[in-house]
């Protein structure tokens, strides 16, 4: 017969021989466990590698192609006025597309009571401007309206665009109108001398920036303005028409404020048109 100590000598040996053959097979399944995720790894980084290589080499046409989408275009950030500022005077007619061609040459066309009156606008200059006054004139937003403003001491400017300045006589808020948004000024004259020369066409605004609508002036002889106007282009013809309507004369009406008044020779657009782009 063995003896108790015995015995328990070969528990103690059958415990051992079992813990290690459990360790055994925990560092099997570890081992197997890492090999599969090593090999995922591997796929995944393979994978990886071959989207990499694959827009590596298609990048350049992807790129081009976004830049192709991009190019002659510009981000115009017009600013609708919010409803409860709007007045009456105000004419809504819908907001421009941001997006806005910076490409080509159109010729803006005022036909009026008077004659044509011809403007060439720059794209590349003024995108944002040329795209509003091709928006509104889309919308009949000018026609049938009058040039409520003539200034002939000091800057010679007749200033037109208010869409409520229409029908007989005149009214205390004309040249308070405009659509519903804004704008930033584009293609100031910082560097010309003087800033706005006989036979420009130029965006009116307020004293604050970011505040060009629809109302324009056309300079029939060169005015000190500051700077702080857009130059949306230059005459190309009627400005015969501009200069007759000066002799005239105004009525002071503005004379306290702004300066000058309503021309006494009345001057209605009966319709403004924007070309296509040429070029």
């Avoid at 600013?79 to 907001?95: M, N, S, Y």
């Avoid at 008044?261 to 001057?267: F, L, N, V």
Wanted: with cysteine; charged share 25%.
């Amino acid at each position: 017969m063995t003896s108790t100590r015995e015995r328990q000598r070969a528990a103690a040996r059958a415990r051992l021989e079992k813990e290690m053959a459990e360790r055994g097979a925990r560092a099997r399944k570890r081992r197997q466990t890492q090999a599969i995720v090593g090999a995922s790894l591997a796929l995944l980084l393979v994978v990886a590698g071959t989207v990499w290589l694959a827009t590596s080499l298609g990048g350049d046409d992807d790129a081009a192609g976004t830049d192709t989408a991009a190019q002659g275009l510009a981000q115009c950030p017009y600013v609708e006025i919010p409803a409860d500022q709007r007045t009456k005077e105000i004419k809504d007619v819908g907001v421009p597309s941001n997006q806005q061609s910076t490409t080509g040459v159109q010729t803006l066309t005022l036909d009026t009571n008077l004659g044509p009156i011809t403007a060439k606008v720059d794209r590349a200059l003024v995108p944002c401007t040329a795209g509003s006054f091709t928006h509104l004139a889309e919308k009949n937003f000018f026609d049938n309206t009058k040039c409520h403003r003539l200034v002939t001491e000091g800057i010679k400017v007749l200033q037109c665009g208010d869409p409520s300045a229409t029908g007989k006589g005149w009214r205390e808020t004309d040249g308070t109108g405009g659509p519903s948004y804004r704008m930033a000024e584009e293609n100031l004259p910082t560097d010309k001398r003087p800033p706005y020369p006989e036979g420009v066409i130029a965006m009116a605004k307020s004293q604050q920036p970011g505040s060009t609508g629809s109302q324009f002036f056309i300079v029939y002889g060169d005015s000190p303005l500051p700077p702080d106007y857009t130059v949306l282009g230059t005459i190309t013809g009627g400005l015969d028409i501009v200069k007759d309507v000066a002799k005239a004369g105004d009525d002071g009406a503005f004379g306290q404020q702004a300066g000058g008044g309503h021309p006494k020779k009345e001057i209605v657009i009966k319709k403004l048109t924007m070309s296509a782009p040429q070029g």
